[in-house]
């Protein structure tokens, strides 16, 4: 019993503190994010990805681990702003290579297939789009589950059109062909 007490104290320490990074609550224990939702509330937490730049690369680092506890902390938290939404999108696309079967199961429309599945990456040059297409197409062919099936096909195709439109926008025959034509000044 007395252990559970002194348990319990420094977990409410840990929440208390607001999971700031210190020798007793290292930035990025899944454990205590969760905590720290089922005590502030998901809201509470979502907003602290966007104010918290810190809190915010750890928890996107965490959930592209592809890590069960950190995919639990992504299915707990929804994005409160676009950029937060953008940021887990590239977390959970990460994370489909190494735990596609768990990263189907969160999507939905808190986590769009098209946003997850079709390479939410900012740069990217033609070698990373193959490498990442090839890498999650293996990915996708590992889940066998039938109640997964019609997500993953989603996944697949979201995948598929997204490979097909980066391609095309790095070809530089792409560029020449679709280069903006400059106004022409009017002469007065």
Not at 136 to 147: D, H, N
Request: aromatic share 4%; net charge positive; charged share 25%.
């Amino acid at each position: 019993m007395h252990r559970q007490v002194i348990a319990g104290a420094f977990l409410s320490i840990a929440v208390a503190t607001g999971c700031k990074d210190t020798s007793w609550t290292p930035l990025g224990s899944a454990d205590l994010i969760l905590s720290e939702v089922k005590l502030r509330g998901a809201p509470a937490v979502s907003r602290r990805l966007d104010s918290d730049e810190n809190f915010g690369r750890s928890v996107t680092n965490g959930i592209a681990s592809g890590d069960s506890i950190w995919l639990e902390v992504a299915d707990r938290i929804v994005p409160a702003s676009a950029s937060a939404e953008a940021s887990l999108s590239i977390a959970l696309s990460s994370a489909l290579l190494r735990s596609p079967a768990k990263v189907l199961t969160l999507l939905g429309e808190k986590y769009p297939v098209e946003e997850v599945c079709g390479m939410p990456f900012l740069k990217a040059d033609s070698a990373a789009v193959v490498s990442y297409y090839d890498s999650a197409a293996t990915s996708l062919a590992r889940v066998t589950s039938a109640t997964l099936a019609g997500r993953r096909d989603s996944c697949r195709t979201a995948l598929n059109d997204a490979r097909d439109r980066r391609l095309e926008r790095i070809n530089p025959g792409y560029l020449i062909k679709n280069k903006p034509v400059p106004t022409r000044r009017r002469r007065r």
